[in-house]
């Protein structure tokens, strides 16, 4: 694996092909938090309604990784993929000319759609490599892919600054963020032209059923259905801050309306779900153990993305302004040191997936890793003014570190649940990593940093302890390929068995 890596031929260049893709994206969804001191002072904008703008280019990604794993699913990632990043210079370009903080508003819930996609790459990844380097090969895509957090933290404010010429001298920061979209434009085409979305010979496996997950036990659907309420609760919870004073984006008559909907919504989702699987809920069809997989277990894993991406895209959205005011720095320093975080994006989340492979255990690895996450955040708390520079950089890499490599383990057990739905599977896991972050940056907005990190590292603590009693070992996690296995063989073998 590794000393193919560096080749451009076969998977490695679909992989290599599909991380950058997964790059410009995250490029894009994060072009807004190195600016956005400069923007708020610019545009006149409150403390709480620059916090509450970075909950808002979160917010949509919740059920657009829901959408894009069925479309996914269904459509292929070639074609989803393309689109998507076509898709990205409309909120690149909205933010780019907003005059306010309402126009700011609509193009970050835009640009939480644009989030979306490391659901594709995931479904991609799992096509074009075997579960025994299932791990190392989506770190490299995740990581390398996330990797784009550190290119908007680090390469913009630059761009902005060198291209201050064109906007009087200020800060052009316009013009950083509308290229980000441009470019990721014109990959969706070259993207479009230079993937496959299986190996010359495979079938690519659809749902046999479409408009919500599959399940193989009663048990399990109400699991599902429990999942999904969580998703609607985190955008009810933007719908009550963009409501609160300071804020004022919406009245209390709006944000009821949008309640009501978002109610509505729940029952669609619920209805569509019984659709699905109403031959199961009835006891008209049973499934073969092979066929079987624990939603369950689709849910711890939805718990450690929370404990380890959420709290990721949490402290991307905040380091930037956090360094600047409690250092009293520059907002272009500022932004390279908070890029320290996502810089280890490179090495990190890729390591988490190695050590999944190599370790011997997917369980164990998550379970060690998620205690490091508790552990560098619970550090994190006590970051103040007094604090060396280099020190509070230390501690926010430790914390970094196993965040991402959490990343990675947890993406080394996602696409071994059950194949022919790994896009809908990794998008339910992937939208409670936005899930993490809407209710960590909520807690952000309405407390402080030493706060959020506190919450962070106990959140991950708990998680920790919870993969440690309850979390299985999948089946065939280290297996040369997928293989189709006969009805005598599921029965000892099969993934994530249904007890």
């Known amino acids: 694996m590794l000393k193919g890596l560096f080749s451009l031929n076969g998977r490695y260049r679909i992989l290599h092909q599909t991380w950058f893709a997964f790059f410009l994206t995250f490029v894009c969804w994060f ?6 001191t400069t923007i708020g002072k610019e545009l006149h904008l ?53 005059q306010d903080f309402n126009q700011l508003v609509i193009s970050r819930l835009l640009m939480g759609i644009v989030g979306s996609g490391f659901v594709v790459g995931i479904r991609m990844v799992a096509e074009w490599f075997p579960p025994k380097e299932m791990g190392i090969a989506q770190g490299i895509y995740g990581g390398w892919g996330n990797f784009g957090a550190f290119g908007a933290e680090f390469a913009l404010p630059m761009i902005a600054v060198g291209t201050g010429f064109l906007a009087g001298g200020a800060s ?8 980000t979209g441009i470019i990721a434009a014109i990959y969706g085409v070259i993207y479009y032209n230079g993937v496959q979305d299986t190996p010359p010979g495979k079938v690519y496996k659809q749902p046999k059923k479409n408009g919500s997950l599959e399940v193989t036990s009663i048990k399990s659907f109400w699991a599902m259905i429990l999942s999904n309420f969580g998703l609607i609760f985190a955008l009810g919870l933007l719908a009550w801050r963009l409501e609160q004073k300071n804020i004022h984006f919406l009245n209390l008559t709006q944000m009821y309306l949008v309640w009501a909907v978002l109610a509505g919504l729940f029952a669609y989702q619920t209805y569509k779900a019984y659709q699905v699987n109403h031959e199961l809920l009835t006891g008209k069809k049973t499934y073969a153990p092979s066929q079987r997989y624990q939603f ?44 320290t975080y996502p810089f280890l994006n490179l090495v990190s989340r890729p390591s988490g997936g190695l050590i999944s492979d190599k370790f011997g255990s997917r369980k164990w690895t998550i379970t060690i890793i998620s205690a490091g996450i508790g552990v560098g955040y619970l550090m994190a708390h006590f970051i103040n003014s007094s604090w060396p520079i280099p020190l509070a950089i230390a501690v926010t890499m430790f914390a970094a570190y196993f965040a991402q490599a959490g990343c990675g383990a947890t993406y ?3 696409p071994l649940i059950k194949k022919e739905v790994t896009g809908q599977i990794a998008g339910n896991v992937g939208a409670y990593g936005n899930f993490g972050g809407v209710v960590y940056l909520t807690i952000f907005s309405l407390t402080d940093a030493s706060t959020l990190f506190t919450t962070m590292g106990i959140s991950a603590l708990v ?3 919870m993969c440690a009693f309850f979390l299985k070992e999948p089946k065939n996690s280290f297996a040369a390929a997928y293989e189709e296995l006969t009805e005598t063989e599921s029965k000892t073998s099969s993934i994530l068995v249904e007890e």
């Open 463 to 465: 998680c920790a302890f």
């Open 412 to 414: 080394g057990i996602v």
């Open 296 to 339: 369950g277990q689709v849910a711890l894993l939805e718990f450690t993305y929370i404990t380890n991406f959420g709290s990721e895209l949490a402290a991307v959205s905040m380091l930037p302004a956090f360094f600047e005011k409690t250092f009293a720095l520059e907002h272009v320093v500022a932004g390279m040191i908070a890029a």
């Open 31 to 36: 072009n807004f938090a190195p600016f956005a």
């Open 172 to 179: 052009n920061w316009r013009l950083a963020i509308a290229l």
């Open 46 to 98: 409150a403390p709480e309604q620059i916090k509450t703008l970075g909950i808002c280019n979160l917010a949509l990604t919740i059920p657009a990784r829901l959408i894009i794993g069925m479309l996914l699913d269904r459509y292929g990632p070639r074609i989803t993929y393309s689109i998507l990043l076509m898709f990205a210079v409309v909120p690149c370009l909205a933010t780019a000319l907003a």
